[in-house]
C-alpha cells in the first residue's frame, strides 16, 4: 500500500514538472523608445519687431564766426542759433514685419533635456522709418527775423540674422520650453537732413537757406536673448513660438556742415558761410516676437510592442 502511495506521488510530481517545463518563459520588456528630438531640423518664420530704442539724436556746434555775415561780430553770434535749433531728437516710427527661415540641430539627453544649436536669418519688411523735426528760433541782434528748421531722418534695419545655442526643458515628451542666446548681426542704416532758412528778413542781405545732411550703412554685429516654447504635433513636424531681444549698438554719423551760399542780394553773393558742425547717433536694438514652423528629418519611429 504504501509503495502505491509512493508510485503515485512521484507519478504526480514528473507530470508537474513536465508541465512545468512546457509554459514558456515571459518576454522581456521592449526597450525605451529612442530620444524623439535628436536630429536636424530647418524651417521658416514671421512676426513683427520693434526698436527698444528708436530714437535719432542729432546735435551741434557752432561753427567758427564768419565776419562776413551780417551781426557775426556781435554776441550771440548767428552760428550760436544756428547750432542751437540743430540740437533735436526725433523718433521715427518703430514696427514692420520680420520673416525667414531657421536651421539647426537638436540633441536631446535623458528623458527631459534638449540642447540645441540653431541659426537663422530674416527680411525686415516696413522698416524705413522716417520722422519730421521743426523748430523756430530768433536771433537776438535781430528781434524781428526767426531762423526757422526744418529736419526728416530715418532709420533701417533691412534684415537680422541670429547664431544661437539653446536649452530647454521637456514639461511632456512632444513639448518643449527653451532658454536660447547667442551672436546677432544685421543690415542697418539711417540718415539726417537739415534745412534751416529766414523769416522775416529785414535786410534782406541774409544768405540763401543753409543744408546740412549726412548717412550711415552698414552691417553690425552684437547679441541677442531670448526663450521659447515649441511642440512637437505630428512626426516630424513642431511648431515653436518665440522672443528674442537683440542689440547691434550704437552708431554716431558725421553729417556735412550747416552750409549757405551768399544769395545775389547779400553782402557777399557766392560765399560760403558755415554755421555748424553736426552729427547724429542712434542705436539699433529691440525685440523680435514670431512663430516658426519645424520640419525634423531624424523623428525616431516608435518603438514595437509584440503582441501575443
Known amino acids: 500500500?504504501?509503495?502505491?502511495?509512493?508510485?503515485?506521488?512521484?507519478?504526480?510530481?514528473?507530470?508537474?514538472?513536465?508541465?512545468?517545463?512546457?509554459?514558456?518563459?515571459?518576454?522581456?520588456?521592449?526597450?525605451?523608445?529612442?530620444?524623439?528630438?535628436?536630429?536636424?531640423?530647418?524651417?521658416?518664420?514671421?512676426?513683427?519687431?520693434?526698436s527698444s530704442s528708436n530714437s535719432v539724436d542729432t546735435s551741434a556746434i557752432p561753427s567758427s564766426c564768419n565776419p562776413v555775415f551780417p551781426g557775426c561780430d556781435l554776441a550771440p553770434p548767428f552760428s550760436v542759433t544756428s547750432a542751437a535749433l540743430a540740437n533735436f531728437s526725433a523718433g521715427p516710427n518703430n514696427g514692420a514685419f520680420i520673416g525667414g527661415g531657421q536651421i539647426g540641430y537638436n540633441y536631446q539627453f535623458g528623458p527631459s533635456f534638449v540642447a540645441s544649436f540653431e541659426t537663422d536669418i530674416q527680411g525686415v519688411a516696413g522698416s524705413t522709418n522716417g520722422a519730421a523735426f521743426s523748430g523756430t528760433l530768433s536771433n537776438p541782434n535781430f528781434p524781428i527775423e526767426h531762423l526757422l528748421e526744418t529736419a526728416a531722418v530715418t532709420r533701417r534695419v533691412d534684415y537680422l540674422g541670429t547664431v544661437r545655442g539653446r536649452l530647454g526643458w521637456l514639461v511632456t515628451p512632444t513639448f518643449l520650453i527653451y532658454g536660447t542666446g547667442g551672436l546677432a548681426y544685421g543690415g542697418v542704416s539711417a540718415s539726417t537732413s537739415i534745412t534751416q532758412?529766414?523769416?522775416?528778413?529785414?535786410?534782406?542781405?541774409?544768405?540763401?537757406?543753409?543744408?546740412?545732411?549726412?548717412?550711415?550703412?552698414?552691417?553690425?554685429?552684437?547679441?541677442?536673448?531670448?526663450?521659447?516654447?515649441?511642440?512637437?504635433?505630428?512626426?516630424?513636424?513642431?511648431?515653436?513660438?518665440?522672443?528674442?531681444?537683440?542689440?547691434?549698438?550704437?552708431v554716431s554719423f558725421?553729417?556735412?556742415?550747416?552750409?549757405?551760399?551768399?544769395?545775389?542780394?547779400?553782402?557777399?553773393p557766392g560765399a560760403l558761410f558755415t554755421s555748424a558742425f553736426v552729427h547724429s547717433t542712434t542705436r539699433f536694438d529691440g525685440n523680435i516676437v514670431r512663430a516658426g514652423l519645424n520640419y525634423h528629418f531624424n523623428w525616431a519611429p516608435a518603438p514595437v510592442v509584440a503582441k501575443y
Open 1 to 50: 500500500m504504501l509503495r502505491r502511495i509512493l508510485l503515485a506521488s512521484a507519478g504526480a510530481i514528473a507530470l508537474s514538472g513536465a508541465a512545468l517545463a512546457a509554459e514558456p518563459l515571459p518576454p522581456p520588456p521592449p526597450p525605451p523608445p529612442p530620444p524623439m528630438w535628436t536630429g536636424f531640423y530647418l524651417g521658416v518664420n514671421a512676426g513683427a519687431t520693434w
Open 197 to 250: 532758412f529766414h523769416e522775416n528778413d529785414d535786410d534782406g542781405i541774409s544768405p540763401n537757406p543753409y543744408f546740412s545732411s549726412g548717412s550711415f550703412k552698414d552691417t553690425r554685429v552684437g547679441w541677442t536673448a531670448g526663450g521659447g516654447v515649441e511642440w512637437m504635433f505630428l512626426p516630424n513636424w513642431s511648431f515653436k513660438v518665440e522672443y528674442l531681444y537683440y542689440d547691434l549698438g550704437s
Open 254 to 268: 558725421q553729417l556735412s556742415p550747416l552750409l549757405s551760399f551768399g544769395g545775389p542780394a547779400s553782402d557777399a
